[in-house]
């Protein structure tokens, strides 16, 4: 026995047919395909965050290496590494720095030799009146025109108050020559 479907039967199947048809395209197209869209525009958010970063750290290592090459090209290439048994020319110019001290004593330590270069450690023991006198002696002793290096540094500083100020400096530097 078949009976067929009276129309209202058939109407009411169809959208049931309709109703299924839309409830598996919703879970299994419309909700992964947004899920997928969401989550691909969050990433590309993340990308962008990334891009910006990435781009100033571009720009800082940039800059340092405009930076550097500013100092490679203004540096002072004015020290020279001279032959051995350099102490005359080096007193001579320690004169014009250390003319303002007072209380001055220098004292050589034996030149000690390796790979070809000695290094003569020097001690330098003074008095200034100001803390930026001191400083400038410092600076200019370092930025010498022989190679060398400031190992060790002590300053006192007296005369608070009433006394007049007095900046005791202790200063340890090593100069390189060539030793043949």
Do not use: C
């Amino acid at each position: 026995m078949t009976k067929g479907f009276s129309i209202r039967e058939k109407v009411l199947l169809g959208a049931l047919i309709l109703i299924l048809v839309g409830a598996l395209y919703y879970s299994f197209v419309w909700q992964p395909t947004s899920r997928t869209i969401t989550e691909a525009a969050e990433r590309i958010g993340e990308l962008d965050e990334d891009i910006l970063v990435e781009q100033t750290k571009a720009d800082e290592i940039k800059k340092m290496q405009e930076a550097l090459a500013d100092v490679s090209v203004t540096a002072d290439t004015s020290t020279v590494t001279p032959q051995y048994d350099n102490s005359v020319n080096l007193i001579n110019s320690l004169n014009p720095i250390l003319a303002g001290t007072s209380n001055l004593r220098l004292s050589f330590d034996t030149p000690s030799v390796a790979n070809g270069i000695a290094t003569r450690s020097m001690q330098f023991n003074f008095n200034t009146a100001t803390y930026q006198q001191a400083r400038d002696i410092i600076n200019e002793i370092s930025r010498g025109i022989y190679s060398n290096d400031i190992t060790s540094m002590r300053m006192t500083i007296s005369g608070f108050g009433d006394s007049e100020p007095n900046v005791g400096i202790a200063l340890t530097v090593n100069y390189y020559e060539v030793y043949n």
